[in-house]
């Protein structure tokens, strides 16, 4: 127990360095523009289908299950707006940033562990260049930028897989699905989510990046850096909502409607 408590603190601690390595790199030239629009391609774009489709199945399957409770209470009409309030609330977040970090956490920690394992980091550094500058730094700000963008994406497929749903059994509009959907929406419900998504980024290419930047052990180090970059990732990601969610209650109250 008190090597497993020992080794958690040692994570943390070197975790902890880790990020301020990269908060403090990330503001000094050079800016590696290119490698970020290039990360933003790769963490985004190649995303983006995923998202979607999983938004568009979790929505059609939430409004499912809503409507049969519901419909007991004779609350038929606050589907869409039930809908609409869970996710972008918690749900659109929620899911793109376990997305992200199941998809784009693995790709991270298994590339920069190949790197580190057949010394290219190494070669990098030999010729005079910042490896962590070059590697790191662009991958964290990418996250950060793309997990915004790609949580509205999810909460927009979440919103039509849920009037696909219930088009199907009551024949409802579009326009009065919406009208009913944004009904109690305003902007202190679906912006301050949406960014604490870019709090998710940080962690998940954070975390994927140190475990990659410092794996050993060759290519088994390689596999142990993949599933490691998911699973702390996700963990973090969780954890970290918790309390995000009771901070933005706490500074924003209509968002806890």
């Known amino acids: ?138 991958q964290i700000v990418a996250c950060i930028l793309a997990l915004p963008i790609l949580t509205v994406f999810i909460d927009v497929a979440g919103i039509n897989g849920g009037f696909l749903a219930e088009r199907s059994v009551s024949q409802i509009s579009l326009h009065l699905y919406l009208n009913r959907a944004f009904s109690l929406v305003g902007w202190a419900t679906f912006i301050p989510p949406t960014l604490k998504t870019a709090i998710f980024g940080f962690i998940i290419a954070l975390v994927s990046s140190w475990f990659g930047y410092t794996a050993v052990d060759g290519s088994v180090g390689v596999g142990r850096a993949a599933t490691n970059s998911v699973v702390a990732s996700s963990l973090l990601i969780i954890m970290t909502d918790v309390i995000l969610v009771k901070a933005i209650f706490f500074l924003f109250p209509d968002t806890a409607i």
């Open 1 to 138: 127990m008190l090597s497993l408590l020992n080794a958690f603190l040692e994570f943390i601690g070197n975790l902890g360095l880790f990020a301020l390595r990269a908060v403090r790199r990330a503001f000094l030239p050079p800016f590696e523009c290119r490698m970020i629009w290039q990360q933003i391609g790769e963490i985004g774009w190649r995303s983006l289908p995923l998202v979607v489709s999983s938004g568009f199945a979790v929505g059609l399957v939430l409004t499912l299950h809503t409507r049969s409770t519901l419909v007991r209470f004779g609350a038929e009409s606050m589907i869409p707006t039930v809908q609409s309030l869970s996710f972008f609330n918690e749900i659109g977040p929620l899911v793109a940033g376990l997305l992200v970090a199941g998809r784009v956490g693995a790709g991270i920690g298994a590339e920069l562990a190949g790197m580190r394992v057949n010394e290219e980091i190494d070669a990098v550094e030999v010729l005079s260049v910042d490896s962590f500058k070059l590697l790191v730094i662009p």
